[in-house]
């Protein structure tokens, strides 16, 4: 094996390497306990001729240009592509259909697929109606529908601040209630504005998620880390979740029959009847979630402190996680994650790259990024980024993160 060759390799760090030597390790250690004493040549003779005979092997195919190959095969795969082109300056198109909601730290900005972007004023954050016809939008103790234009259509106001508005997913000619918390208080009100009640009393901090496909089901967090379904004209209870680590983000999957629950230490899986299908632990760290358009695959965000690296890795959300299908890694922190209407793209928010990337999710596999974003809607240069970052993105029409 060459030495540039070697160097090369050397210099892959694999997802959670750390964590998998220390595993390794305790397995080596314990054979090695129980070894049964042998000859130093007697015990050498056969594995030194197949070590040997593996160098050939391995000599010949890595002086070979398929050999020479695997070497950048190995490094696509866990790092970002050196060879990958420079980022865009600036966000002239989206690589898909559909606009983007995305809620910065100056406010919520629209961005259709040339590329043009409107800002909807001094709001906090905004989340899209159905099909984008409307955008709820709070800002401390007020919540207020908006055309993408920016035209106020109605607002209201309340005690608390007032966070964690969403669109209820019903067809047009059921269309729609918004679910948002007024403190610890969970509400529901009519998409026209009118109808305003208390749903909850005292709930969890994260944002309520409508059920797809199913008409006025809305799932929510207790203050103890329960996931609660409730019918919100009964405003009964439909099921209730054991206690567990209280979630940052509540996502269904398109078919309502799958929910996410992302905790700052746990990702839990449940079906449709609150069943917990699995659960894996999370190390610290930033993390985001987000189901593959029409299935039950989901692309999660896990940071590793030992590298501090962020990966992006595939599971499915049936009986079993599978086995878990690396994406893409990169140094620091990934913060944002959305999929594109036709489920082709994904965008992803590298925080300390002060950059978006668009990664390809079909056969042929590519990656296209863009840089400046915090100054692209209307923040500082000077700011942290960890601040001045979008916290949120969602790619019209699912329901927002």
């Given at each position: 094996m060459s030495e540039e060759v070697k160097r090369s390799l050397q210099r892959i760090h694999a997802p959670d390497e750390i964590e998998a030597q220390r595993r390794a390790w305790a397995l080596v250690r314990a054979s090695f306990d129980t070894r049964e004493p042998v000859a130093w040549q007697k015990r050498n003779r056969r594995p030194l001729l197949l070590v040997a005979l593996g160098l050939l092997v391995l000599l010949a195919a890595f002086l070979s240009p398929p050999g020479r190959a695997l070497v950048g095969s190995v490094r696509d795969a866990v790092t970002p592509d050196k060879n990958t082109p420079k980022p865009k300056p600036a966000l002239t198109a989206l690589p898909a259909g559909g606009s983007l909601l995305v809620n910065s730290s100056k406010g919520p900005w629209i961005v259709h697929p040339d590329g043009s972007m409107r800002p909807?004023?001094?709001?906090?954050?905004?989340?899209?109606?159905?099909?984008?016809?409307?955008?709820?939008?709070?800002?401390?103790?007020r919540l207020a529908a908006l055309t993408p234009d920016g035209t106020l259509k109605w607002a209201l106001a309340r005690s608390k601040l007032l966070h964690g508005a969403r669109w209820s997913l019903e067809p047009p000619?059921?269309?729609?209630?918004?679910?948002?918390?007024?403190?610890?208080?969970?509400?529901?009100?009519?998409?026209?504005?009118?109808?305003?009640?208390?749903?909850?009393?005292?709930?969890?901090?994260?944002a309520p998620a409508w059920r797809p496909a199913v008409t006025r089901q809305v799932a929510f967090s207790t203050i103890d880390g329960r996931i609660e379904l409730a019918d919100v004209d009964t405003t009964k209870t439909i099921w209730l979740s054991a206690p567990g680590d209280p979630p940052m983000q509540l996502v269904?999957?398109?078919d309502g029959r799958r929910l996410l629950a992302l905790g700052e230490r746990s990702l839990r899986v449940f079906d449709s009847n609150g069943n917990k299908l699995w659960a894996i632990g999370m190390p610290v760290g930033p993390s985001g979630v987000v189901f593959v358009r029409k299935s039950h695959r989901f692309i999660v965000i896990r940071y590793s402190p030992a590298t501090q690296r962020s990966d992006l890795?595939?599971?499915?959300?049936?009986?079993?996680?599978?086995?878990?299908?690396?994406?893409?890694?990169?140094?620091?922190?990934?913060?944002?994650?959305a999929i594109s209407q036709n489920g082709d793209?994904?965008?992803?928010?590298?925080?300390?790259?002060?950059?978006?990337?668009f990664l390809r999710l079909t056969s042929s596999a590519k990656v296209e990024s863009v840089s400046n974003i915090v100054e692209q809607f209307g923040g500082s240069s000077e700011a942290p980024l960890d601040t001045a970052f979008p916290k949120s993105v969602s790619w019209c029409c699912p329901a927002s993160p």
């Amino acid at each position: 094996m060459s030495e540039e060759v070697k160097r090369s390799l050397q210099r892959i760090h694999a997802p959670d390497e750390i964590e998998a030597q220390r595993r390794a390790w305790a397995l080596v250690r314990a054979s090695f306990d129980t070894r049964e004493p042998v000859a130093w040549q007697k015990r050498n003779r056969r594995p030194l001729l197949l070590v040997a005979l593996g160098l050939l092997v391995l000599l010949a195919a890595f002086l070979s240009p398929p050999g020479r190959a695997l070497v950048g095969s190995v490094r696509d795969a866990v790092t970002p592509d050196k060879n990958t082109p420079k980022p865009k300056p600036a966000l002239t198109a989206l690589p898909a259909g559909g606009s983007l909601l995305v809620n910065s730290s100056k406010g919520p900005w629209i961005v259709h697929p040339d590329g043009s972007m409107r800002p909807l004023g001094p709001w906090w954050e905004g989340a899209w109606s159905p099909n984008a016809e409307h955008v709820a939008v709070t800002k401390a103790h007020r919540l207020a529908a908006l055309t993408p234009d920016g035209t106020l259509k109605w607002a209201l106001a309340r005690s608390k601040l007032l966070h964690g508005a969403r669109w209820s997913l019903e067809p047009p000619s059921e269309c729609c209630r918004i679910a948002y918390l007024n403190g610890r208080q969970l509400r529901v009100v009519a998409g026209d504005g009118t109808g305003d009640a208390p749903l909850r009393d005292v709930v969890g901090p994260v944002a309520p998620a409508w059920r797809p496909a199913v008409t006025r089901q809305v799932a929510f967090s207790t203050i103890d880390g329960r996931i609660e379904l409730a019918d919100v004209d009964t405003t009964k209870t439909i099921w209730l979740s054991a206690p567990g680590d209280p979630p940052m983000q509540l996502v269904w999957s398109d078919d309502g029959r799958r929910l996410l629950a992302l905790g700052e230490r746990s990702l839990r899986v449940f079906d449709s009847n609150g069943n917990k299908l699995w659960a894996i632990g999370m190390p610290v760290g930033p993390s985001g979630v987000v189901f593959v358009r029409k299935s039950h695959r989901f692309i999660v965000i896990r940071y590793s402190p030992a590298t501090q690296r962020s990966d992006l890795v595939l599971f499915q959300a049936e009986t079993s996680p599978g086995e878990p299908r690396f994406l893409y890694s990169a140094p620091g922190d990934f913060g944002t994650l959305a999929i594109s209407q036709n489920g082709d793209w994904l965008l992803v928010g590298w925080i300390n790259a002060n950059q978006w990337l668009f990664l390809r999710l079909t056969s042929s596999a590519k990656v296209e990024s863009v840089s400046n974003i915090v100054e692209q809607f209307g923040g500082s240069s000077e700011a942290p980024l960890d601040t001045a970052f979008p916290k949120s993105v969602s790619w019209c029409c699912p329901a927002s993160p």
